[in-house]
């Protein structure tokens, strides 16, 4: 499990959805550009929840380890969402999107 640390919040998530935000905010400053992000997450009650954050080149978020927990959900939907994001902002080329599966968020705990 991961935080995502955002001006005084922190956004308790996986390892995985934290390494995609880092990836698209980076790529996102690059290009000079912004965009919102629902980041999936747990909420203080076990269940999954998502927060909208703002990413840009004016962004200044950081990721930091959080104690391991056995609700870290797979986001693999989030994630390949991410980087298709990231692609279309390179001007690259866009990967087809992800069929749906047993390991979208939520549905898989481990």
């Known amino acids: 499990m991961k935080h995502i640390v955002y001006s005084e919040n922190r956004v308790l998530?996986?390892?995985?959805?934290a390494a995609a935000v880092m990836r698209y905010a980076a790529t996102l400053a690059q290009r000079n550009t912004a965009d919102i992000v629902d980041v999936p997450t747990t909420g203080q009650d076990g269940f999954a929840a998502s927060v909208?954050?703002?990413?840009?080149?004016?962004?200044h978020i950081m990721v930091e380890d959080?104690?391991?927990?056995?609700?870290?959900?797979?986001?693999?939907?989030?994630?390949?969402?991410?980087?298709?994001?990231?692609?279309?902002?390179?001007?690259?080329?866009?990967?087809?999107p992800p069929r749906p599966s047993a390991?979208?968020?939520?549905?898989?705990?481990?």
């Not at 998530?13 to 959805?17: L, P, R």
């Not at 909208?52 to 962004?59: D, I, N, Q, R, T």
């Open 13 to 17: 998530t996986g390892d995985d959805v």
């Open 52 to 59: 909208e954050v703002l990413l840009g080149p004016a962004s």
């Open 66 to 96: 959080a104690e391991d927990d056995e609700l870290e959900t797979a986001a693999v939907d989030f994630v390949a969402d991410l980087d298709r994001r990231a692609a279309a902002v390179r001007g690259g080329h866009v990967p087809e």
């Open 103 to 110: 390991t979208s968020f939520g549905s898989d705990i481990g």
